[in-house]
């Protein structure tokens, strides 16, 4: 049927009215992402003194871990999962790349009536979509920024594994250094006990005295149980992270002192932000967003197919190969004109997402901020307070020796001496436990700071 020019003037106009009334979307939040990093000043708490590096292996003094990292890489079932979803997302690349292609399927009918012989027709059908707007390239690039989204992530995951082996590592350290304390502290007590004993049978005592001491004594097992489990639970954990299913970590030897932690330079801090992983995972979710944006927009534009079929037929498969095939060549323009409204509404999804994409960033951008700062200003602090603590710890030793000169000429109390033991143990446990923090915070601070396990 032949289609009059007016009725095609028409169906054109119509086309021009559709284009015409839809506007494409014209957004920079990616680069105002970029500006915003871009726009971070000194920051209020700064370490005096620090290394310049890029890896969170180089802040620490200890050959061991490499292994202990590397062991983790490769066998912590939670990293391999988010491995695997980077996988994926390369092959969804694929597949979105493959739209732009033509689309070729081939086919063999077999048909038979009552009068007639078997016949069979062959066909081979060609399709293909030309992609005149760049719809399909916005779709493989959106499909590229989710894979990149899906590397930073999985670089996120390697750096938050890393450092965390770290951590586990010093905690069990800690754990060993505490234990040993109060084993200390324990044989001390006791000695204290036979003493007071001693000094009772001669009657320079009372049994008073005697159940103080005890009571100290079985206080401090009981502390040394706690510190047994904490010791046990910090080895399986690190295990865990390790990937181990048999919880085993005999062959880590560990040390009896904290490794030296230095810490990062934060000299230049927009700089070290952008390579945080997290900001650059939400920086490919806002390019990915606003490339998705772009293929919802163009979902509206009219669109060009051209197909292409050759056929035969015969009656048997032999003779249905193309012995003398049949061609047919056709190209449609199609253009969405009324579906309720669903196109324009899948658009202005896709608007929405690419601003709250730019929401998240912005947030990201924040708890970076805050991240880097209170690790600062922890660092400042922990500083301070091993300085407060060191000077408490070497008044408290000289306190104890001379309780101890004057306990042996009689001039003080057995508990007295004591009182100033214990003092002497807390004072050397509270030192432990905030290098081990301090060490710890280091590490934060170098992932805050966007260093991980590769330059």
Not at 60 to 73: F, H, M, P, R, Y
Not at 249 to 254: A, E, M, V
Not at 394 to 416: C, E
Request: glycine fraction near 4%; charge should be negative; charged fraction near 15%.
């Amino acid at each position: 049927m032949k289609i009059r020019p007016g009725l095609q003037a028409c169906v054109l106009a119509l086309l021009c009215q559709a284009c015409s009334s839809i506007s494409d979307p014209n957004n920079h939040y990616a680069e105002q992402a970029q500006a915003a990093t871009g726009t971070i000043g000194q920051w209020q708490q700064s370490t005096d003194s620090g290394v310049a590096t890029t890896r969170l292996l180089q802040l620490v003094n200890l050959n061991q871990l490499d292994a202990l990292v590397s062991e983790a890489l490769s066998h912590n079932p939670g990293l391999q999962q988010t491995l695997v979803t980077l996988k994926k997302s390369r092959v969804q690349e694929t597949t979105a790349a493959a739209e732009g292609r033509p689309q070729i399927s081939a086919g063999v009918q077999n048909s038979r009536s009552e009068n007639s012989n078997s016949a069979y027709t062959t066909s081979v059908d060609i399709s293909w979509e030309l992609d005149l707007w760049n719809r399909i390239g916005d779709s493989v690039s959106a499909a590229q920024w989710q894979s990149e989204q899906a590397s930073s992530d999985y670089q996120a995951a390697q750096n938050t594994l890393a450092a965390s082996v770290i951590q586990a590592y010093l905690q069990i350290l800690s754990q060993q250094q505490l234990l040993t304390i109060e084993q200390q502290r324990l044989q001390v007590l006791q000695n204290s006990e036979s003493v007071i004993l001693t000094r009772y049978r001669s009657g320079l005592g009372t049994l008073d005295d005697l159940d103080t001491a005890r009571t100290s004594s079985a206080s401090t097992r009981a502390t040394i149980a706690d510190y047994e489990n904490s010791l046990r639970a910090a080895r399986r954990s690190l295990a865990v992270l390790l990937g181990r299913t048999d919880m085993d970590t005999s062959d880590i030897n560990s040390a009896k002192d904290f490794p030296d932690i230095v810490p990062p330079l934060s000299a230049i801090p927009e700089q070290d932000l952008a390579r945080r992983p997290d900001l650059q995972s939400a920086f490919a979710q806002i390019k990915a967003s606003e490339a998705s944006e772009q293929v919802a927009y163009k979902n509206l534009l009219p669109s060009l197919n051209i197909s292409a079929a050759l056929s035969d037929s015969g009656q048997t498969p032999a003779l249905s190969f193309f012995k003398d095939p049949v061609w047919s060549l056709l190209g449609s323009v199609t253009a969405p004109l009324f579906q309720g409204g669903a196109l324009k509404a899948s658009l202005k999804q896709a608007e929405l997402d690419s601003l709250n994409t730019w929401w998240a960033y912005q947030q990201t951008l924040l708890t970076a901020v805050q991240e880097v700062e209170d690790t600062l200003d922890l660092e400042t602090s922990y500083q301070i307070r091993q300085a407060h603590l060191l000077n408490a710890y070497d008044n408290a030793q000289r306190s104890k020796q001379t309780y101890t000169s004057q306990y042996r000429q009689g001039l003080v109390d057995i508990l007295d001496l004591l009182s100033v033991t214990q003092t002497t143990y807390d004072l050397k446990a509270q030192l432990v436990q905030l290098q081990q923090n301090q060490l710890s915070n280091r590490i934060d601070l170098g992932l805050a700071l966007g260093l991980g396990v590769s330059s």
